[in-house]
């Protein structure tokens, strides 16, 4: 991939045992862990991409004390969890931003601006997190709204993956619309499920 660890991640992924399972049946694969496992996974590959950077992770409220469980076995600090609300009824949801096994009283009591809502909180955070030495990514890309956020913001590169062919063909086709000159190779599974 030309790269091994991340200074900043921001990932949006499966809120719930439904969503994950038709993510998956969407992407044509074969589901061969729970939702507790799929968890697991994604907060040891958080750890290994991002050891030394900041993480932010999206969830809805109700398995997010999940989440965080599974992100504490990985070592993972939370410095701040901010409370956010999506869609037009406003369901609240959390954003857990943390760190792998150090300290970053830098990132302690990061906290938009009252009255964001939804994709705006997304965007406040990833810029507050960007610089231009930044490499970013998000394992959960869906139509890349993250990394093109964090192009947007100003990170030096941006990175994404995402097990849905469809999703990432709209998000190539955003960034191409944005001026970029968007090519596309496969890679071998991550081993994420
Ligand atoms: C809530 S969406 C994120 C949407 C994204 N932020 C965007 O801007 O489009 C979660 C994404 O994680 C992806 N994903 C990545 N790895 C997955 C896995 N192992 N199982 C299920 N979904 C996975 C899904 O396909 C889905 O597109």
Redesign the pocket.
């Known amino acids: 991939m030309g790269w091994r660890c991340a200074d900043v991640i921001y990932?949006?992924?499966?809120?719930n045992p439904t969503?994950?399972?038709s993510?998956?049946a969407?992407?044509g694969?074969t589901q061969t862990t729970d939702f507790t496992a799929?968890l697991s996974?994604?907060a040891r590959l958080l750890r290994n991409v991002c050891p030394r950077g900041t993480v932010a992770v999206?969830f809805g409220n109700p398995y997010f004390p999940a989440m965080v469980s599974a992100l504490q076995e990985f070592d993972g600090a939370t410095y701040h969890t901010i409370a956010g609300s999506y869609g037009a009824k406003m369901t609240p949801m959390s954003t857990w931003v943390g760190t792998f096994g150090r300290v970053n009283p830098a990132i302690d009591g990061l906290q938009p601006p009252a009255g964001l809502h939804g994709f705006r909180i997304?965007d406040w955070v990833v810029g507050s997190l960007v610089t231009p030495k930044t490499r970013f990514y998000?394992?959960?890309?869906?139509?890349?709204?993250?990394p093109?956020l964090a192009i947007k913001a100003g990170t030096g590169v941006a990175f994404g993956?995402?097990?849905?062919p469809q999703?990432l063909a709209?998000?190539l086709a955003k960034l191409a619309r944005l001026g970029f000159n968007v090519s596309r190779c496969e890679l071998p599974q991550?081993g994420?499920?």
Request: proline fraction near 8%.
């Open positions: 990932t949006d992924p499966p809120w969503v994950f399972a993510f998956y969407y992407a694969g799929y996974n994604l999206d997304s998000d394992p959960c890309a869906g139509a890349l709204g993250f093109i993956s995402e097990i849905i999703k709209t998000g991550t994420l499920r």
